[in-house]
C-alpha cells in the first residue's frame, strides 16, 4: 500500500489543547504539552509497518486543513487517496446513505437496519445511538461532520424529555436507546418519538447511551476541531447530567457501575448484570473524555473532582481484579477461602470451584483478557470483544495488557474470530445454563446472537485496538474475512455457529452498523491519524496506582 503521505492532506485536525485531560490539570502540576503529543497512540502509530515518514506524525496534532465535503456517492477518502479502494466500499458507501434519516430537511442519524424483506420491522427502523457511533465516525473520517453534530444536539435535545416507564419517572440525564422520525405527508411536519427503554424489550434502560453520546462529542470535537460544539452550555448540561446518573454515591464498596442486565449492546436477557466489563470499559471512556471537555467552571469543576477520583479508583480496581493471564488464574485456581479482613488475597471470595473447565483451556501461557464481571462471589470468566477493545482504546488497560489482550487474540484467533470477525462473547452459555441464564431466550441459543454470535461491527474496534497497539496485520486479516462474505451475504447484523460462518438465524440484512463499521476499519487502516477520534493516551498519573498509596491521594 503506498501512500501514508495521504496523512499530510487529511482532511481532519486534532487540536493539542483538546488532548486528552490528565489529572495533573487538576493538580495543578504544569501540563506536558510537548510529551503528551508524543502520546502512547502516535508512538504505536510510529510503530506501524505500513510506514509513513515521521514528519507526518509530528504534524498529527498541530495541522488543521478544512475538511472537503464530499459528492453525494464518493467517499472523500477514496477521492483524495491514490491506492484503490476495495470494491465492496463504494458499496457500502452507498447502503450508508439509503440509511440516513432526516428530520425537517436534516440528516439527524441512520435507522439500524434497511431491510425490507424482513416481515418484522420492530425498532429496526429507528436510530439507535449506540448503532449510529459507526455511522458518525465513517461521516467523520469522511470530512461530513454536519450529520454528527445535529445527532448530536437531537439526543441532547430528547435528554430534556421527561422520562416514564409507568408510574416512575427516569433519571434525568437518561438519553434514549433509540428515536425514530414521523414524517407527515399531508401536515408536512416531522415529529420525534424515543425510547429511553419504556418500549425496549425487557424495559432496560440503555446506560451505554450516554457514554457513547460523550464519546462521540469528544469525536466530533477532535475531528473538527470545533470546540464550540462542546463548549455550549447545552452540552456543558448534558455531560453533567449523564456524569450525575453514575458519580452519585450510594452503597456501593466499588467503584464500578452497577447494572442490570440487558443495558447495553447486549440488550437481552445474558447474565450480564452487575458489574458487566462491557459498560465498565464504556463508563472509564466517557469519564475521560468528559474531563477533556467539561468547562472547569461552578458547576463543572466539582464533576471534574469526582471523575478524577473515580478514575484513579476504577482503573486500580479493572487492572487488578478484572484482569485474567496464566499467572492469576493459577493463583485463583490456588485460592483459599473464607478469609476476613484487610489481609484477605482472595478478596471476593470466589470458590475455585466455580472457574469454568473452558478456561483452564482458552487460556494461553502469553496473553491475558479482562474478565466479564467481578462481584462477590462472582467471576464470569467470558471474554467480550466491546469491553477489551474499549479497554485498549480508553487506556484502561496498560501498555502491557493491551498487547496481552492482542497476543490473546491472536493465539485464540479460531474461536475469537473464526470465519468472522468478531464474537460478542466466548464462549456461548448451553443446556442447563442457559436456560438459567438466559431465561430460555429462543434468540440465544449457543453460538447465536448475543450469545457466542459474530457481530461485523465489532470490526471497527478490533481495527482500532489492533492500530493502537501497532499491529495492523491482524485487523487486515480480519477484514480480509470480512470481505469475502459482507456484500454477499447483504450486510447481516450477526453471524452464528462456533467459527461464524452462519447468517444468523434471525440476523437483519443491510445492517447500517454492519456497514459503517466496515467502512470506519477500512479507513483506520488507510489513515491511523483517524485513531485520536475514538482513542485516548494512557495518562501517566494513573500508573501509580498499581502501587497503591505511593499515589496522590493516598
Ligand atoms: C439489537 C441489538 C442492539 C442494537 C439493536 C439495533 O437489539 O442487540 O445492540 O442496538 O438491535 O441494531
New binding site residues.
Given amino acids: 500500500m503506498d501512500g501514508m503521505g495521504l496523512r499530510n492532506v487529511s482532511s481532519h485536525c486534532s487540536i493539542s489543547e483538546m488532548d486528552d485531560y490528565d489529572l495533573s490539570r487538576l493538580l495543578d502540576k504544569p501540563r506536558l504539552n510537548i510529551e503528551r503529543q508524543r502520546s502512547f497512540d502516535e508512538r504505536s502509530l510510529s510503530e506501524l509497518s505500513i510506514g509513513f515518514a515521521r514528519g507526518g506524525l509530528d504534524n498529527f496534532d498541530i495541522t488543521c486543513s478544512p475538511g472537503g465535503r464530499s459528492g453525494f456517492d464518493t467517499p472523500a477518502s477514496s477521492a483524495r487517496n491514490s491506492f484503490e479502494p476495495h470494491p465492496m466500499v463504494a458499496d457500502a458507501w452507498e447502503a450508508l446513505r439509503r440509511s440516513l434519516v432526516h428530520f425537517r430537511g436534516q440528516p439527524v442519524g441512520t435507522i ?2 434497511y431491510d425490507h424483506a424482513s416481515e418484522e420491522v420492530l425498532n ?1 427502523d429507528q436510530v ?1 445511538v ?2 449510529f457511533v459507526p455511522s458518525a465516525l465513517a461521516f467523520l473520517m469522511n470530512g461530513e461532520p454536519d450529520i454528527v453534530k445535529n445527532f448530536l444536539l437531537k439526543t441532547l435535545h430528547l435528554q430534556g424529555w421527561e422520562k416514564r416507564i409507568d408510574r416512575f419517572k427516569l433519571g434525568e440525564g437518561a438519553m434514549p436507546a433509540s428515536f425514530k422520525v414521523l414524517h407527515d405527508p399531508i401536515r408536512k411536519t416531522d415529529t420525534l418519538i424515543a425510547d429511553f427503554g419504556e418500549s425496549a424489550i425487557g424495559r432496560v434502560a440503555p446506560v451505554d447511551s450516554g457514554f457513547w453520546w460523550i464519546i462521540l462529542l469528544r469525536a466530533y470535537t477532535k475531528s473538527t476541531g470545533d470546540l464550540s460544539l462542546a463548549e455550549t452550555p447545552d452540552c456543558q448540561k448534558g455531560m453533567r447530567l449523564i456524569l450525575a446518573l453514575c458519580l452519585s454515591e450510594g452503597f456501593d464498596t466499588f467503584p464500578t457501575l452497577l447494572c442490570a442486565d440487558g443495558c447495553s ?4 436477557r445474558m447474565g450480564v448484570y452487575g458489574y458487566p466489563i462491557e459498560i465498565q470499559a464504556l463508563f472509564f471512556m466517557a469519564l475521560r473524555c468528559a474531563l477533556a471537555m467539561l468547562k472547569p467552571d461552578t458547576e463543572g469543576k466539582e464533576f471534574i473532582e469526582r471523575i478524577v477520583k473515580r478514575l484513579h479508583a476504577m482503573s486500580f480496581h479493572m487492572r487488578s481484579y478484572f484482569w485474567l493471564d496464566f499467572q492469576q488464574l493459577n493463583d485463583i485456581y490456588r485460592y483459599k477461602t473464607e478469609e476476613y479482613s484487610h489481609t484477605a488475597v482472595n478478596k471476593f471470595n470466589v470458590i475455585p470451584d466455580s472457574i469454568p473447565e473452558w478456561v483452564f483451556d482458552f487460556m494461553p501461557t502469553r496473553g491475558g483478557y479482562f474478565i466479564g464481571n467481578v462481584s462477590p462471589a462472582r467471576m464470569d470468566f467470558r471474554w467480550f470483544a466491546l469491553g477489551n477493545c474499549v479497554a485498549i482504546l480508553s487506556s484502561l488497560a496498560t501498555p502491557e495488557q493491551s498487547m496481552a489482550i492482542m497476543d490473546l487474540i491472536e493465539s485464540r484467533w479460531e474461536e475469537l474470530v473464526g470465519e468472522m470477525p468478531l464474537k460478542i462473547c466466548y464462549p456461548a452459555i448451553e443446556s442447563h445454563e442457559w436456560r438459567i441464564v438466559t431465561g430460555c431466550d429462543p434468540k440465544n441459543t449457543r453460538w447465536s446472537y ?1 450469545n457466542g454470535g459474530s457481530w461485523p461491527v465489532l470490526l471497527w474496534l478490533l481495527t482500532a485496538a489492533c492500530i493502537k497497539t501497532g499491529r495492523p496485520q491482524i485487523a487486515r486479516r480480519a477484514i480480509e474475512l470480512a470481505e469475502s462474505r459482507l456484500l454477499k451475504d447483504s450486510w447481516p ?1 450477526y453471524y452464528d455457529g462456533k467459527l461464524g460462518r452462519f447468517i444468523g438465524k434471525q440476523a437483519r440484512k443491510y ?1 447500517t ?1 454492519s456497514i459503517a463499521g466496515y467502512l470506519v476499519a477500512k479507513m483506520l487502516l488507510e489513515d491511523p491519524s483517524h485513531l485520536g477520534m475514538i482513542s485516548l493516551e494512557e495518562d501517566k498519573q494513573m500508573k501509580p496506582v498499581l502501587k497503591r498509596c505511593s499515589s496522590w491521594t493516598c
Wanted: aromatic share 22%.
Fill in positions: 439500524a437496519a429496526y439507535f449506540r448503532d449492546m447486549i440488550d437481552r448475543h447484523e445492517q452498523w
